[in-house]
C-alpha cells in the first residue's frame, strides 16, 4: 500500500448534542483517488472536510492520515500532509502580494529562502499564474484568488488536497483552469461542491452523503448517471448528462 492514504473508522461528529452531523462513517481514500463527496446542504460535507484536517475534532471514531491519528498533538504534522483550500478564498488570503502569501507557509516553517523562492515559483507554474506573483491580493479576481489559494497549498507540496466547492462562483474561464489544475494533480484529493458537472470532469470517484452517512461510493459513471438516486438524496443529474 502506498504510504498515501486515509483511514476513517466509525466516525461521528456533532454540534449541538442529539443532532449528529455526521453518524459512524467508515471509509478509506488511497493515493491516486480523486474524490468528489456530493450531498444536498446539511448534508455534512464540509464538516467531514474539517475533521480530515483537524479543524474540528471527532469525539466519536478514528482518523488516520498516513498512519498518523488525527489528534490535537499530531495537528502539525497532519498538515505537512495534507492542503486545505477553503470555499471563501479571502479566509486564505492575508498578505499583501499573491508571492508573499504563497511563500508564507514554507516560510513559517523555517525553510531557507532560496527553497521558499523554488517552492513559491513551482507552486505559482502548477496553478499557471506565475504572471501574477507581484499583484496586490485585493485587486485579484474571484478565479484568480482561488488559484493563488491552492497555489499557497502546493507551495508546501502535499501529499493530499482538501477543497470544499472550489468552484463556487468562478466564471466559465477560471472554472475551466481550475479543472486543469486539478486534473495535473498526481496525488490524493477531495472536493465536495453542488456542482456536479464539475465533479464529473475531476473525479474518478464519487461518495455520496446525506443525514451524515454514507448512501453510495462509486464511480461518476454509475452515480452520477443514477437520476433516481440523486433525486432521492435532494440532487440533480449533471446539466451536461440532462442534455444528452
Given at each position: 500500500m502506498s504510504h498515501i492514504h486515509i483511514d476513517i473508522s466509525g466516525l461521528s461528529f456533532e454540534y449541538e448534542k442529539g443532532h449528529p452531523v455526521l453518524d459512524s462513517i467508515s471509509v478509506s481514500f488511497h493515493e491516486h483517488d480523486s474524490v468528489g463527496?456530493?450531498?444536498?446542504?446539511?448534508?455534512?460535507?464540509?464538516?467531514?472536510?474539517?475533521?480530515?484536517?483537524?479543524?474540528e475534532m471527532p469525539p466519536q471514531g478514528s482518523i488516520r492520515i498516513e498512519e498518523i491519528p488525527v489528534e490535537k498533538n499530531t495537528l502539525s504534522k497532519i498538515r505537512e500532509k495534507i492542503g486545505y483550500v477553503f470555499q471563501d478564498s479571502d479566509t486564505q488570503l492575508f498578505m499583501t502580494t499573491v508571492q508573499d502569501d504563497v511563500a508564507f507557509a514554507p516560510r513559517n516553517y523555517g525553510l531557507p529562502e532560496d527553497e521558499v523562492a523554488r517552492r513559491v515559483a513551482r507552486a505559482l507554474d502548477l496553478v499557471h499564474i506565475p504572471h501574477?506573483?507581484?499583484?496586490?491580493?485585493?485587486?485579484?479576481?474571484?478565479?484568480?484568488?482561488?488559484?493563488?489559494?491552492?497555489?499557497?497549498i502546493l507551495s508546501m507540496t502535499p501529499d493530499?488536497?482538501?477543497?470544499?466547492?472550489?468552484?463556487?462562483?468562478?466564471?466559465?474561464?477560471?472554472?475551466?483552469s481550475l479543472i486543469?489544475?486539478?486534473?495535473?494533480?498526481?496525488?490524493?484529493?477531495?472536493?465536495?461542491?453542488h456542482d456536479l458537472d464539475f465533479i464529473w470532469d475531476t473525479c474518478s470517484r464519487v461518495v455520496l452523503i446525506d443525514a451524515g452517512r454514507i448512501i453510495a461510493d462509486g464511480i461518476p459513471d454509475v452515480i452520477l448517471r443514477d437520476e433516481t438516486l440523486l433525486t432521492a438524496h435532494g440532487l440533480e443529474l449533471p446539466l451536461s448528462l440532462s442534455e444528452r
Open positions: 463527496i456530493i450531498g444536498a446542504n446539511a448534508a455534512g460535507k464540509s464538516t467531514f472536510l474539517k475533521l480530515l484536517v483537524g479543524l501574477l506573483a507581484g499583484k496586490p491580493i485585493y485587486k485579484l479576481s474571484g478565479g484568480e484568488k482561488k488559484l493563488a489559494s491552492i497555489a499557497t493530499i488536497i482538501l477543497m470544499d466547492e472550489p468552484s463556487a462562483a468562478l466564471d466559465p474561464k477560471n472554472r475551466r486543469h489544475v486539478l486534473n495535473e494533480f498526481d496525488h490524493l484529493r477531495i472536493i465536495t461542491s
